[in-house]
């Protein structure tokens, strides 16, 4: 149950986090992203690596980002994703939104204190 | 937008879906294992690392669907994959449910179709709501069968047709039409038709466009020209059914031409111009063919009445247009007109189911009278219907309460299930829809078969409601619109619709009352629960239910019974009837010299006993009511308001349909021509116009003022019920037909107003007699063909159609809410019993007797019984009165039947309570205890 809560609250951000993930560093498998998340978050068991498969599926059904069956660097098979043409505009609104909204969100955090 | 139609698709294919996210699950299940061993981490470990990692891979499938597809959908799916394997599971709940629900959807399913067809869906000619019949309501003259309000209604004078049809504003068109019948020789044999003469108004007025050809010009409605045909569908493919027939010519023959052709000329050529589309059948399904007629007065201005249909105009009611016509009416005749003066009050067998007018001077200012043709033609069927609909919708009803009930004893069963289900985590609305998806299904199930048993239904409505279909039988038997009798869109829609409602009802109740289980309760004992007050209730309302309809089923069955068993007055076994057509037009005493001889050569076949022929037979509807002139001493006597009946007969006629002779002789032989006249009465005449005195002996006088002629009475007939056999026989006289004067100075009746109706009694079976008699009719005339063909037990059973097939019907209703009423209280009785075992046990180790124990179950459903008859008892006492016009015999409120019904019930609900009550008594308490 918590384990839910936790993703629901993510989900939006996660999103966000995907895409910037795959602007910044080009395609990238599902491990790969999640290696650059724990990476970044510089907390190895923040989210179990499973759960980044909706967010996936919700980018791709939104168009974009595009996956495509590649070869890894020790040839192994792996779907990598790529960040569309959409999904660039989609990131910079985002950002954009998220930034007003964190704005907003610490204003009234630090007000209430 | 795109991810919702994305989400759509995505829902259909969960298969694919898995099987590309399983691939790239253990594609990134490898790449994780890779990692941890480079970090050192020995084969095994690194799995179980990369393993812990990646999470539950159930789990994230499970994320996955949900994101790519819609969830609700989603879930229906799920639910009913589970709706299925559960109901797989139960077999036998699941065959009952099923069954229970496809009868009642079934029966109402075919109900409805009949309803659609015959009563709402309108009639197949444009904006067909705003054609009206017009008729004459002459007050104070009413005639009837003693059901429903008595009115004289008489066709419209063509005087006042002209001048309404001239003047009026709220009628948009008016036609007038009346009933040809006459022969047309086809291929070499003689071919009876029904047609209708039309006037100039009557297409337009329709606005149906023929297949074949053309309509009417209006100038061919002037005489002369007016040697134009219409055919119907049906008739022309009796001439072969292709476009040649267009300026082919065909002439009427006339050995029945005689009251119903006086717009036929015959031996004429007349020539088909046109063809109607299939379907068209306008003003009555008999309709073969149209001619041209135009509405013409009379010379000597008596009045000439025709049959007419209007077309209201736009914005007009029927109340305005009448109003509107009397309005004129009155302007035209200064005082109102009252009466036809017609002497020889024969009346035609009506076309419609109007009474025909009939006999004497009427007073009373009459009204015009605007009835929607549909009315007219489906009025008379249109109470039963309803009554149908409604028994129907009792079936239902009733399989609903006995769903519900099975499903509330199901659900209580399975309160452990719901209670796990809610336990892992299912919220109630979830459970509520998992609850009404199973009933959905099932009722979505019921449904299918329902529809199936609709178009069995239908047809075994069809099979019942069709007659002989012969407009001289009555239309009263031929039921409207039967052709167009079917399972349509709409009735399938119906079928849809009441499925759902259904699935809704008997599902909601359990739903709601499980989906917020009791988690507490589960633990404790269940017997507890008020359920089965809820199931003694809902079984006392079914048992009601089927209280009304059996009361309604029995009321019609014993009068159809008694309808079926009344005396006819004659003997209707071993006697064949039927018509001959001819190729010639013979003039009245030709016809008789025709059937003569006919008759004279059909005595010579060995099996014939006794061969007639006459006017008519006992329930052909011509009506030929004569005022009755006595003699008594030097004057001569008008019995005032006292008319009888008169048969043109031969000698033979009484002794072939076994009429007995009850006083006196019959006649004979010596009766001809040119002899003393002599007449039979029957005894209701003898009884009214001679209590007290001897009839035979005295002198009925015959004819008009002027030429009457004396008839002695010479005997005396039994009663014939004439009109149906649940009309009261009326005053008859027979004559000899050889007596009967065809001078047309006599203005006397035409002889064979419908052509002759030959009788033969015989001992060979009626097809060896038929063809017999063909084969005598061609010796007399090359071309001649039998029609009409009935035994007189056909044309007995034809008359009594309708009763017959409310009968069966509401009787099959009524046999399934008691066998579904009896099957709810056995479910409700064996579930007290199961869930009182341990109380049962209880008493039995205390002491109880098997016999206490019993009757401690028989007690308890014969109070459910008794409270459910007697509430259905007060329920049908209040409802049978709507039955009243279909019974003949006994009254609404019929005591026998009410507590026949009643005893049937107890009786059927103490068998089906008998078997629980047998287990309860055999409860073996160690066993019942020991299930603590």
Same mark, same amino acid.
């Given at each position: ?113 | ?5 994305? @989400? ?104 409805? +179709? ?85 006037? /100039? ?38 001439? &072969? ?32 111009? &046109? ?82 007018? *009939? ?37 239902? !009803? ?75 039988? &009555? ?62 209730? !809902? ?29 006819? &007055? ?39 006993? *006794? ?81 007290? +005195? ?32 649940? @009309? ?24 064979? /107003? ?54 069966? =019907? ?52 014969? !109070? =459910? ?47 089906? +309570? ?19």
């Amino acid at each position: 149950m918590s384990l839910v809560e936790r993703i629901e609250i993510l989900q939006g951000t996660l999103d966000l986090i995907v895409l910037r993930a795959l602007a910044t560093m080009g395609p990238q498998h599902a491990y790969g992203l999640a290696a650059r998340l724990e990476q970044v978050a510089e907390h190895p068991l923040m989210l179990n690596q499973g759960t980044l498969y909706p967010a996936l599926v919700r980018l791709e059904q939104n168009g974009w980002i595009k996956g495509s069956w590649q070869k890894t660097e020790n040839n192994r098979d792996a779907k990598y994703y790529a960040i569309t043409r959409a999904g660039t505009r989609a990131l910079e609104k985002q950002t954009d939104r998220w930034h007003r909204l964190a704005g907003l969100v610490n204003k009234l955090l630090v007000d209430e204190q | 937008m795109r991810r919702l139609l994305a @989400r759509l698709i995505g829902t259909a294919r969960h298969a694919r879906a898995d099987a590309e996210l399983e691939r790239e699950m253990a594609a990134h299940l490898a790449l994780l294992e890779d990692g941890f061993r480079r970090r050192g981490l020995a084969a095994a470990d690194a799995r179980a690392a990369a393993q812990r990692a990646l999470g539950s891979a159930a789990y994230a499938r499970d994320l996955h669907r949900d994101a790519r597809s819609v969830a609700c959908l989603d879930d229906l799916g799920r639910d009913l994959r589970y709706a299925l394997r559960t109901l797989r599971r139960a077999p036998g709940f699941t065959f009952v449910v099923v069954m229970t629900l496809a009868l009642g959807i079934g029966a109402n399913t075919a109900i409805f +179709s009949v309803v659609h067809s015959v009563l709402i869906r309108p009639l197949p000619y444009p904006d067909s709501a705003r054609l009206v019949r017009v008729w004459e309501n002459v007050p104070g003259a009413e005639i009837g069968n003693g059901k429903g309000p008595n009115r004289r209604y008489a066709a419209m004078d063509v005087a006042d047709l002209l001048a309404v049809s001239e003047r009026s504003r709220a009628l948009a068109n008016v036609a007038a039409f009346s009933f040809a019948r006459a022969t047309i020789t086809i291929d070499g044999d003689a071919t009876r038709m029904d047609g209708f003469g039309v006037s /100039p108004g009557f297409f337009p007025m329709l606005g149906v466009a023929p297949l074949v050809g053309r309509t009417f010009a209006p100038e061919e409605s002037i005489a002369g020209v007016d040697r134009v045909l219409v055919l119907a569908y049906d008739a022309w493919q009796r001439f &072969g059914g292709d476009a040649r027939v267009l300026g082919r010519t065909v002439a009427f023959t006339g050995n029945s031409l005689g009251w119903f052709s006086d717009g036929i000329v015959p031996e004429v050529p007349y020539t088909i111009v &046109g063809v109607m589309p299939p379907g068209f059948h306008f003003p009555y399904d008999n309709a073969q063919f149209w001619i041209p007629r135009a509405p013409a007065r009379s010379p000597d201005g008596r009045p000439v009445r025709r049959e007419t249909v209007a077309r209201l105009a736009d914005g007009a009611t029927p109340t305005l247009a009448a109003a509107e016509m009397d309005a004129i009416r009155r302007d035209l005749h200064n005082t109102a007109t009252v009466g036809d003066g017609l002497y020889w009050g024969t009346a035609p067998p009506p076309p419609s189911s109007i009474q025909p007018s *009939s006999t004497s001077m009427v007073g009373g200012r009459p009204r015009y009278e605007l009835i929607p043709v549909q009315d007219e033609l489906t009025g008379p069927v249109q109470p039963a219907l309803l009554v149908l609909m409604a028994a129907v919708g009792v079936v239902l !009803l009733i399989a609903c309460v006995n769903v519900a009930n099975l499903l509330l004893a199901r659900t209580a069963s399975r309160q452990r299930e719901i209670a796990v289900r809610a336990a892992i985590g299912a919220g109630p609305g979830r459970l509520v829809r998992q609850l009404i998806t199973e009933s959905l299904l099932l009722a979505g199930l019921g449904g299918v078969f329902g529809i199936a048993l609709a178009f069995g239904g239908v047809r075994l409505f069809r099979l019942l409601a069709t007659t002989l279909g012969r407009s001289d039988l &009555g239309l009263a038997s031929v039921f409207p619109r039967l052709s167009e009798v079917s399972v349509d869109a709409a009735a399938l829609g119906y079928a849809l619709a009441i499925s759902i409602a259904t699935g809704l009802v008997f599902g909601l109740a359990p739903a709601l009352r499980h989906a917020r289980p009791r988690h507490a309760a589960l633990l404790r004992d269940l017997s507890a629960s008020p359920r089965s007050t809820i199931g003694g209730s !809902l079984v006392v309302v079914e048992i009601a239910l089927a209280t009304v309809l059996l009361v309604g089923a029995g009321l019609l069955i014993t009068s159809f019974v008694k309808l079926a068993t009344v005396d006819p &007055g004659f003997e209707p076994t071993h006697v064949l009837t039927f018509q001959v057509l001819q190729s010639t037009s013979p003039r009245p005493e030709e016809q008789r010299v025709f059937a003569e001889t006919f008759v004279e050569r059909l005595r010579g076949v060995p099996e014939v006993q *006794s061969a007639a022929y006459g006017r008519q037979l006992p329930l052909v509807q011509l009506q030929d009511s004569l005022t009755v002139t006595l003699r008594r001493g030097d004057v001569d006597v008008t019995l005032a308001g006292e008319g009888a009946d008169v048969r043109f007969v031969s000698r033979d006629y009484l002794k072939t349909m076994g009429i007995p002779i009850v006083a006196g002789r019959g006649l004979t032989e010596a009766d001809g021509e040119g002899r003393p006249g002599v007449v039979v009465i029957n005894d209701a005449l003898a009884r009214r116009s001679f209590a007290g +005195s001897t009839p035979v002996g005295q002198i009925i006088l015959f004819g008009p003022q002027g030429h009457r002629v004396p008839l002695e009475i010479v005997g005396v007939a039994g009663n014939v019920r004439q009109f149906g056999l649940d @009309r009261a026989p009326e005053p008859q006289y027979f004559m000899d037909i050889r007596q009967v004067p065809t001078d047309p100075a006599l203005r006397a009746p035409p002889l064979f /107003p419908v052509g002759a109706y030959y009788s033969v009694r015989a001992t060979a079976d009626a097809g060896a007699i038929a063809a017999a008699a063909r084969a005598i009719a061609r010796q007399l005339d090359p071309h001649a063909t039998l029609t009409d063909v009935a035994t007189m037990e056909q044309i007995v059973s034809n008359s009594i159609t309708r009763p017959r097939m409310y009968a069966v =019907l509401v009787g099959v209703f009524a046999a399934v809410a008691l066998a579904l009423a009896v099957i709810g209280l056995y479910g409700v009785m064996a579930y007290s019993v199961a869930q009182r075992t341990r109380e049962i046990g209880v008493r039995v180790a205390l002491g109880a007797e098997r016999r206490d124990v019993m009757r401690l179950v028989l007690r308890r459903s014969l !109070l =459910l019984t008794a409270a459910g008859i007697a509430l259905g008892v007060a329920f049908a006492a209040g409802l049978t009165r709507y039955l009243e016009s279909m019974l003949f015999g006994l009254r609404p409120l019929d005591a026998a039947t009410f507590a026949g019904v009643a005893a049937m019930f107890a009786a059927a609900a103490t068998l089906a +309570s008998y078997v629980p009550a047998r287990r309860a008594a055999s409860v073996d308490p160690l066993v019942a205890l020991r299930e603590e």
